[in-house]
């Protein structure tokens, strides 16, 4: 075997560290080896010959794990401008769908372009996130709608994470909505997602899970059911948009399929509640669609915290429900919009993101020993800071798998 070239540890010095889930009460030394985190203690432990044959990288400032959104559609085609001028006027999300509008006018553009073209038009998105502090992103398909333009979505994906420091997860959302050449024929386009696409991309290994969207203006309950045993047959995890525009109990049957999470769920009620305590699924918040939607129903959060259920917190960054392209403003949205505590906002982002990725058993989203290294230190004096005020370029340093990319 070759030897390895020699490289010293490296080590941030002084920080006040929030591990994912709390914040430790005193100054805290991060050591790390390779792409992992070799050791994380109070600084009043750390030996100064120790510390002297590491390389320090850094000091002071509040460091937290690399920030994980666990949920976004950032790989599509056009924008939704004139969607967002129409909704201020009055019309509903839902109306603009009846008419053809909303996913569907994003289907169309998505159609149109090359991969390449869709690679360069998610690049700036993902650059965006990434300088906000995220090193895990998940980003769905359910632009393209016919199995050619999902696994084309998906490809996209799979080479943002190839050329950019962050770790892309994908997940086909081919059962999104209804595309018009199956107008009148939902069973039939669900037939086609269980029997095409979910096998094709699996076969390829372009999907790590498979969502739906769960809703009257697109998918029934007993139709998402058939998309899960289709993808559970190829081995694939489940998530489910869920109880975002109203009440069908589809987080309560993702639940019993073991569904990695619920999303949105602002209709979520308390048998959907107890359904995801007992699956152990998490609940992903996504209050950016809550307010460009301007809904008035929250998720219930008091229900889910007393159950116990995690709570994870994502953008949902797309050109229509959440055209929102910053962490951090997901953070002040959870703690004013949902009453989300400071912290509970920070677990979201980073340890119960990790949890609605099904990552969390490689501690990702953790600052603990063996955890990647994937790290930010903030230019600020406490945790709770990053979620008070909306203010970018506070990200001092992001390490990803233990190298420095920023700052
Ligand atoms: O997460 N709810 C459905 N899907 C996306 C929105 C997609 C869109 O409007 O383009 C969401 O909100
Ligand atoms: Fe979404």
Redo the contacts with the bound molecule.
């Keep these: 075997m070759p030897a390895q070239p020699y490289q010293p540890r490296r080590l941030w010095r002084d920080v006040t560290l929030f591990d994912g889930y709390v914040t430790l009460p005193e100054p805290m030394a991060v050591m790390v080896a390779g792409e992992s985190i070799e050791r994380v203690m109070p600084m009043r432990e750390l030996d100064r010959t120790e510390a002297e044959a590491c390389e320090t990288m850094g000091q002071g400032g509040v460091m937290t794990p690399g920030l994980v959104d666990c949920?976004t559609?950032l790989v599509?085609g056009g924008n939704?401008a004139e969607e967002f001028e129409k909704r201020l006027e009055g019309v509903s999300?839902e109306e603009i769908a009846r008419q053809g509008g909303?996913?569907l006018s994003?289907v169309n553009a998505t159609r149109a372009a090359s991969e390449s073209e869709l690679f360069e038009l998610a690049r700036p998105r993902l650059e965006a996130l990434i300088r906000e502090g995220i090193t895990t992103v998940e980003i769905k398909s359910?632009?393209g709608l016919t199995v050619d333009d999902e696994l084309k979505m998906l490809r996209v994906a799979r080479r943002l994470g190839e050329a950019l420091p962050v770790r892309v997860v994908t997940t086909l959302l081919g059962a999104?909505a209804l595309p018009p050449e199956y107008a009148g024929d939902s069973d039939g386009y669900i037939d086609l997602v269980c029997r095409e696409m979910i096998p094709t991309a699996a076969e390829q290994g372009l999907a790590d899970a498979v969502d739906v969207?769960c809703?009257k203006i697109?998918f029934s309950v007993a139709q998402c059911e058939r998309v899960f045993e289709a993808a559970e047959a190829h081995g694939l995890p489940i998530k489910a948009?869920a109880e975002?525009l109203s009440n069908l109990g589809g987080s309560a049957m993702a639940a019993r399929h073991g569904a990695l999470s619920a999303?949105?769920i602002e209709y979520l009620d308390e048998a959907g509640v107890a359904a995801l305590r007992k699956a152990g699924s998490t609940a992903v918040l996504?209050p950016g669609?809550f307010h460009t939607l301007r809904e008035t129903q929250r998720p219930p959060i008091a229900a889910l915290r007393e159950a116990g259920v995690p709570m994870a917190l994502a953008t949902?960054a797309?050109?229509?429900?959440?055209p929102l392209f910053m962490p951090t403003l997901m953070l002040n949205f959870a703690c004013t919009l949902f009453r989300l505590t400071p912290q509970e906002a920070l677990v979201g982002m980073t340890a119960h993101g990790a949890r609605a990725l099904g990552l969390h058993d490689r501690s990702l989203g953790r600052i603990v020993e063996g955890a990647p290294a994937d790290l930010c230190l903030w230019d600020v004096d406490t945790p709770a800071e990053l979620a008070y005020a909306v203010q970018p370029g506070r990200l001092r340093q992001r390490i990803f798998k233990g190298g420095v990319t920023h700052g």
């Design positions: 949920h559609h599509y939704r999300y909303g996913i994003t359910g632009y999104h969207f809703e697109a948009h975002q999303d949105h996504l669609a949902d797309n050109p229509g429900s959440s």
